[in-house]
T-cell receptor, first 109, second 112 residues
């Protein structure tokens, strides 16, 4: 069935790059997304990538998609303390979004 | 997000009582969704709607029902609340499938 997997925690130093990884199972997914959730808030769409793309860059964010391995990653350059949050990847399948468990990013000064 | 509001923001209720959560949107979006968020599980889809009076079940629909009598409102009802339904509930809307969803701020429900 549909499943999206992420590691639960990542800790980095301020100024370093962060890489959050995700694997998914539905090879027919058309769009894949990254969302950010700050404490006590809802989810905010960060970026998305269409399944026929390998890479998408948006300011400090770079999304890489390896369709063969069903692997998606989000790289945040020059990570700041304000980037501390939970990051969710999601795949669109059957008209619905299926979310991973979320990766909690902790940025230490 | 100003285009989607959830009410109430917090609720404590007793086991066995019915509870209704409301999601209201001002974007005139066709699709609306209810998710629950629990530690270690991410977000799991409860029910969704693809139009007025058109709804369908998600992966964790047992014990929940929904109604959508107007485009702007999507109600989630816990028919007889149980402690396992203690969670944070998020509503989401989508008008264009390419751009993902817009989420509300969530309702924290505690069943005691």
């Amino acid at each position: 069935g549909e499943d999206v997997e992420q590691s639960l925690f990542l800790s980095v130093r301020e100024g370093d790059s962060s890489v959050i990884n995700c694997t998914y199972t539905d090879s027919s997914s058309t769009y894949l997304y990254w969302y950010k959730q700050e404490p006590g808030a809802g989810l905010q769409l960060l970026t998305y990538i269409f399944s026929n793309m390998d890479m998408k860059q948006d300011q400090r964010l770079t999304v890489l998609l390896n369709k063969k391995d069903k692997h998606l990653s989000l790289r945040i350059a020059d990570t700041q303390t304000g980037d501390s949050a939970i990051y969710f990847c999601a795949e669109r399948t059957g008209g619905k979004l299926i979310f991973g468990q979320g990766t909690e990013l902790s940025v230490k000064p | 997000d100003a285009g989607i509001t959830q009410s109430p923001r917090h609720k404590v209720t007793e086991t066995g009582t019915p509870v209704t959560l409301r999601c209201h949107q001002t974007e005139n979006h066709r699709y609306m969704y209810w998710y629950r968020q629990d530690p270690g599980h991410g977000l799991r889809l409860i029910h969704y709607s693809y139009g007025v009076k058109d709804t369908d079940k998600g992966e964790v629909s047992d014990g929940y029902s929904v109604s959508r009598s107007k485009t702007e409102d999507f109600l989630l009802t816990l028919e007889s609340a149980t402690s396992s339904q203690t969670s944070v509930y998020f509503c989401a809307i989508s008008g264009d499938r390419m751009y993902g969803y817009t989420f509300g701020s969530g309702t924290r429900l505690t069943v005691v």
